[in-house]
Structure formats: C-alpha cells, structure tokens
C-alpha cells in the first residue's frame, strides 16, 4: 500500500478525557472524537477509574471515527498509537480480566508503603536506580498497599498494567508495556532498562513477573483482532505501536527536536520539560529519563500534580454563580474565567494560591504538601478585581 490517501489514528487516555484523531497522509485531521473519563472516590487519597469503562469508552470513540471517515478509508489505516496518563496500577488475572479498578497517579493512599520501601532501600539508592525522588504517584508503593489490603485479589494478579497498555491489549490480546511509562512507574532500574531486582525485593514480589513485557514507543506490539474489529469498527490486522506517556507524547507534539529545547504542557497536571545531553544530578528535584528523540538523549522533567485538576476544583467549589454567567452567555466556564483573569492587577493583589491539593511532586517531592490561598482580604475579589 503506498501512503496515498493512508490514514493513522493517535489517542490520547487522558486523565479527564479519552480523545483521538484520524489523519491523513498530509497530517490533515478527518476525523475525531471524544468522551469524559468518570472518576471514583471510595475513600480518603483514593482515586480510581474503571478500566472497563475505559474500554467502553475507547470502543465509542473508534467507532465515531471510522463510521465519519468511511468504510474505504478504514482498510486504509496504517497504524495506530495510543498515550495515556501515567502512573497507574491496573491489576488483570491471567484472562486479562480487570481485578479491581485502577488507582491513578492521584491516588496517595500508600504513603505508608512508600515510607516502608523507603526505610527497606534506603533513599540514595532508591533515587540511584530510578533516577528521581519518590513519591507516592508511582507504583512501587501502589503494588504493596494492594498487596497489603487485597491478598486475595493480589494472589490472581498476572500483571500490573497502564491504561495505554490495557487499551492495546483489548486491541491486540497482546500484554507489553512501553518503555517510557516503565521508566515512570519507579520500579525500572534506569542503569539496565529492566524491571528492578532491588525494588521488587523490597515489595516481595518478582517485577519481571508481575509487569509486563518492554517494548519501545514506535515497535509494533500486535495487531487488531477480528474481535476487536468487530466491537470499535476498525478493520482487522491494523498494526498498533506500544506508545508512551502523554507526558512523552506532549514532548513530541510541542515540536522538540534540539538540546537545550524545553516545554510545558498542561492538562490535569503538567510537566515542565527540557532535552540534554547528560543525566542530571540524582538530588535536584527533576525526573532523568532517556528520551526517544533522535539527537536528545536524556530528557529532565518536572511533573506538577494539580494544575486544571486545580482549576477543575475551584469551579465545582466556588465558581457556582461564574458557571451560571457563563452557560447564560453561551461561553466555556474556562474561557469565562480566562476573561475574568485579563482584568485583574498584576499580582493579583498579594493573592498567592498554592496547588498542592493531592501533595505535590516537582518541585517539592512532599506527599503531605497541602494547598492554600495567602494574602486573601476581607473584598470580594471576583466582582472587584481591579481594587
């Protein structure tokens, strides 16, 4: 098949949204779709989504988008590459079955197991073999607290997997998981590129048993099944790639191609990120991770926990009456509240709000950070906010 009128289809497993795009060969988009994940919160510090809406989800938004770009056009997809939030742990029986829903990067129950794992390790090592500080949005932690409180559901456990991970296995039946997500789960040694000895002893557990296979970002992982085929309308035999981190695929989108380029990205959290040629020092509050594009080695990043998860919190919170001026004038409440914020002072008057409301990761490394608004008057700054 020559790449005249060919197709691929990126997704994107956002924590809030699951969206994806079909492009022609020319990079024009042809088609897309969308839907909002649904959260879980069965207690305090818990947050989890349920992979089988997820895949529900997935199947809709497949099916959108072949039925809007045409039967003729689907034989012509060429590949498919999915990313997603990161880090996860979805815990599947050898079936494949989910076991339990998945806890998200937000989830920060196991702050004790991280402490323990911690105190079994000792921290310079633990930061030596994964090459950041710990923090309780990783994995480790994670696979103990489950360990811990559900042995049963532990015991049936094949494999720990991420979201992009289990969509591509509905897809294929085939089980990887990217390199970059395993670099961010903090159970990769990031000397060997292999699941950690050291860290799955300190759990108790065999790592290279319990998380899947590694591929990289770009190898071909399986195909579409004639099963899968037949729930999302795509057509059978479509190759599908490992994909990556959104974090990664943020990176790619912004265009970073030279050492010394940097970025941002924002969603429900962001990740300020910058190319180098070396690691950085273990004890500076980035992430070191190798880095897929061609001529940029390492990648030093910088993962905030709550940016529009913030910003989502303030409108469920106190932005009622500035909901309701914006349905009545027909906006986004994001873009009302973005017109709001051009007529505020400079400074905002001495306001300082701090996000730290699930911890924070960079810059501070600190499960127990907790948010606050300082320099709060006794005005109201949202009709006066040019005092």
């Not at 296995?169 to 990769?188: A, E």
């Not at 990556?244 to 941002?264: H, K, N, P, Q």
């Not at 989502?312 to 973005?338: C, M, P, S």
């Amino acid at each position: 098949m020559g790449l005249e009128n060919t197709y691929v289809i990126g997704m994107d497993m956002g924590t809030t949204n699951i969206k994806a795009v079909a492009l022609g060969n020319d990079g024009r988009v042809v088609a897309d779709a969308s839907l909002p994940n649904k959260f879980y919160n069965p207690g305090l510090n818990m947050h989890e989504q349920d992979a089988n809406e997820w895949w529900q989800n997935v199947q809709y938004i497949f099916n959108t988008i072949t039925e809007r770009i045409g039967i003729e056009a689907v034989k012509k997809i060429r590949g498919i590459c999915i990313s997603s939030h990161t880090v996860s742990l979805l815990p599947v029986a050898e079936n494949g079955m989910p076991l339990y829903r998945a806890l998200t990067y937000q989830d920060s129950r196991s702050v004790g197991e991280l402490r323990e794992i911690i105190e079994k390790i000792g921290y310079k090592q633990f930061v030596r073999i994964v090459g950041g500080q710990p923090s309780v949005a990783f994995l480790p932690n994670k696979i103990l607290w489950f360990k811990h409180h559900e042995p049963e559901l532990f015991q049936r456990t094949k494999h720990f997997m991420q979201a992009s991970s289990y969509i591509n296995y509905k897809l294929t039946g085939v089980i990887t998981s990217d390199i970059d997500q395993g670099l961010r789960t903090q159970c990769m040694d990031i000397g060997t590129l292999e699941w950690s000895e050291v860290i799955g002893d300190a759990i108790g557990v065999n790592l290279k048993e319990l998380l899947p296979p590694i591929k990289l970002i770009d190898e071909v992982i399986g195909y579409v099944t004639p099963e899968a085929a037949k729930v999302t309308g795509l057509a059978a035999g479509i190759p599908v790639l490992a994909g990556c981190s959104d974090a990664m695929a943020a990176m790619y989108a912004t265009g970073m191609s030279r050492l010394g380029d940097c970025g941002e990205s924002s969603g429900t959290t962001s990740l300020v990120f910058v190319g180098s040629d070396v690691k950085s020092a273990p004890d500076v509050p980035v992430v070191t991770r190798p880095c897929a594009i061609e001529g940029m080695p390492w990648v030093f990043d910088a993962p905030i926990q709550t940016s529009g998860a913030a910003i989502r919190w303030f409108i469920d919170k106190f932005a009622k009456e500035e909901t309701e001026n914006a349905v009545l004038q027909g906006q986004n409440i994001y873009e009302y509240l973005n017109e709001m914020a051009y007529t505020a002072t400079p400074g905002s008057n001495g306001l300082i709000f701090f996000p730290y409301l699930l911890g924070e990761r960079a810059p501070l490394w600190n499960d127990y950070a907790r948010g606050m608004f300082i320099g709060m008057r006794m005005v109201n700054l949202f009709v006066a906010p040019n005092l």
